[in-house]
T-cell receptor, first 109, second 115 residues
């Protein structure tokens, strides 16, 4: 099956810093989503981005489908950005998502 | 838009009993719903896919007689954990997508503790 690798596994930053999270996947995909899991376990949809670039406030994402990777950028980090960020993909012809192991982001005040 | 709810948000039950978890799409018709489980500090693992009006498709290694899934309408899917044991304690999360769409929307999860 498709493999999804996220890096780094852990990231600790000071408030105000910028960060880049990476997601590599091993096959062609028809769906790629980025999520933020908050401390209560809720998965928040950040981006649906099987290809191209999107921006939403301080967050932006880029997926280069031909090279099988996606990047999530967080600028001017705030403590509320802390949590686990997941990348998940589905392969061509399927709807089910395969999740990466996540990046645990800690933003210190 | 695209809101998914789950009920209950947490439940404690005794070993040997059954527990039902509901997943509802509140503002769209969910032709397909998915059930995941997540252990502490781990990623989400897909358990099964359910399509409205048909039998669920279970992932390899998931006991279909233990985790009963019903998707009786376009807005409701249920997961019943039968004869629960302590090792079934976990965080269960559902997601939903509408017809011909790929983006999934997730419920807030249900934390199950079996004593």
């Amino acid at each position: 099956g498709i493999q999804v690798e996220q890096s780094p596994p852990d990231l600790i930053l000071q408030e105000g810093a910028n960060s880049t999270l990476r997601c590599n996947f091993s096959d062609s995909v028809n769906n790629l989503q980025w999520f933020h899991q908050n401390p209560w376990g809720q998965l928040i949809n950040l981006f649906y981005i099987p290809s191209g670039t999107k921006q939403n406030g301080r967050l932006s994402a880029t997926t280069v489908a031909t090279e099988r990777y996606s990047l999530l950028y967080i600028s001017s980090s705030q403590t509320t950005d802390s949590g686990v960020y997941f990348c998940a993909v589905s392969i061509q012809g399927a709807q089910k998502l395969v999740f990466g192991q996540g990046t645990r982001l800690t933003i210190n005040p | 838009g695209a809101v998914v709810s789950q009920h209950p948000s947490w439940v404690i039950c005794k070993s040997g009993t059954s527990v039902k978890i509901e997943c509802r799409s509140l503002d769209f018709q969910a032709t397909t719903m998915f059930w995941y489980r997540q252990f502490p500090k781990q990623s989400l693992m897909l358990m099964a896919t359910s399509n409205e009006g048909s039998k669920a498709t279970y992932e390899q290694g998931v006991e279909k007689d233990k985790f009963l899934i019903n998707h009786a309408s376009l807005t409701l899917s249920t997961l019943t954990v039968t004869s629960a044991h302590p090792e079934d304690s976990s965080f269960y999360i559902c997601s939903a997508t509408d017809r011909n769409a790929y983006e999934q929307y997730f419920g807030p999860g249900t934390r199950l503790t079996v004593t």
